[in-house]
Nanobody, 123 residues
Framework: QVELVESGGGLVQAGGSLRLSCAAS????????MGWFRQAPGKEREFVAA???????YYADFVKGRFTISRDNAKNTVYLQMNSLKPEDTAVYYC?????????????????WGQGTQVTVSS
């Protein structure tokens, strides 16, 4: 069992930055693939970024060049650095963990989810 707790969300002006953190319980964090998703009101949950156990990353096209996912296996934590934020980035951001070592991009491929953290970008 893995428990995920996100933090770092908040209100920021367009063009600003936020860093989300996701702290994971358990001793096998390094063996999980990790991902970030987001869900805006009235929309489906969508993939944002993912990272495998070695640090290989994959991004949705709409965040390439602006967001960076990273992990610190010693701290059981995955991060999402978000720069050049836009109002359309406003959503609840969720951290997720998946069995297996490779990057995954579909919500149903993930086994554990955090409770989410709200990110609001004002224009």
């Amino acid at each position: 069992q893995v428990e995920l707790v996100e933090s770092g969300g908040g209100l920021v002006q367009a063009g600003g930055s936020l860093r989300l953190s996701c702290a994971a319980s358990g001793r096998t964090f390094s063996s999980y693939a990790m991902g970030w998703f987001r869900q805006a009101p009235g929309k489906e949950r969508e993939f944002v970024a993912a990272i495998d156990w070695r640090g290989a990353t994959y991004y949705a096209d709409f965040v390439k060049g602006r967001f960076t996912i990273s992990r610190d296996n010693a701290k059981n934590t995955v991060y999402l650095q978000m720069n050049s934020l836009k109002p359309e980035d406003t959503a609840v951001y969720y951290c997720a963990a998946a069995f297996g070592l490779v990057v995954k991009t579909k919500p149903w491929e993930y086994n554990y989810w955090g409770q989410g953290t709200q990110v609001t970008v004002s224009s």
